[in-house]
T-cell receptor
Framework: GESVGLHLPTLSVQEGDNSIINCAYS??????FIWYKQESGKGPQFIID?????DKRQGQRVTVLLNKTVKHLSLQIAATQPGDSAVYFC???????????FGTGTRLQVTL | DTGVSQDPRHKITKRGQNVTFRCDPI?????LYWYRQTLGQGPEFLTY????????KSRLLSDRFSAERPKGSFSTLEIQRTEQGDSAMYLC???????????FGPGTRLLVL
């Protein structure tokens, strides 16, 4: 299949370990942040989102942390599984249901 | 499957030809977005609609590109006089205002020869 990202930063983790994917954003006015997972040949799949009035949000096996002071976002995946292998994008938005601006993406490789 | 569908999934065309893509959003969603993604990059915003009104267009959307959402349901994106630089994945997403989450379709992969 085709590759989503050919020269992306890559994070390799062993199955069962925790993964942390980082993202820096640039627009101080952004108030909504979202993480997507994209597998090869597919569209981005929603993982978790967070608004700027929060600094942490948890989902199933995933946690998003937001540090507005340094404009940094992270995605933590607990007990990483082979099915988590994909490219992960952070995206930011401003206002209600606005367009999203995506980061460059990180490829997560899960080794057995 | 998010419920957003796109057709066709793949399109190969010759330079100079016109192409049209279709997006069917999740049925109750009132916002529909188009993005373009090239290899190694994140999606880039092109345009979005609220119901049938086109509310914003990116500077990436040259005058060869036109998008419509005539009845506030499905949308079409047309590219006239295609160029090799138009080769990309064209992604559609939808959301239900005022909720933020945008759900993406599988994309249409365009290759211009």
């Amino acid at each position: 299949g085709e590759s989503v990202g050919l020269h992306l930063p890559t994070l390799s983790v062993q199955e069962g370990d925790n993964s942390i994917i980082n993202c820096a954003y640039s627009n101080s006015a952004s108030d909504y942040f979202i993480w997507y997972k994209q597998e090869s040949g597919k569209g981005p799949q929603f993982i978790i989102d967070i608004r700027s009035n929060m600094d942490k949000r948890q989902g199933q096996r995933v946690t998003v942390l937001l540090n507005k002071t340094v404009k940094h976002l992270s995605l933590q995946i607990a007990a990483t599984q082979p099915g988590d292998s994909a490219v992960y994008f952070c995206a930011e938005g401003t206002g209600t249901a606005s367009k999203l601006t995506f980061g460059t993406g990180t490829r997560l490789q899960v080794t057995l | 499957d998010t419920g957003v569908s796109q057709d066709p999934r793949h399109k190969i065309t010759k330079r100079g030809q016109n192409v049209t893509f279709r997006c069917d959003p999740i049925s109750e969603h009132n916002r529909l977005y188009w993005y373009r993604q090239t290899l190694g990059q994140g999606p880039e915003f092109l345009t979005y609609f609220q119901n049938e009104a086109q509310l914003e267009k990116s500077r990436l959307l040259s005058d060869r590109f036109s998008a419509e959402r005539p009845k506030g349901s499905f949308s079409t994106l047309e590219i006239q006089r295609t160029e090799q630089g138009d080769s990309a994945m064209y992604l559609c997403a939808s959301s239900l205002v005022p909720r933020e989450t945008q759900y993406f379709g599988p994309g249409t992969r365009l290759l211009v020869l």
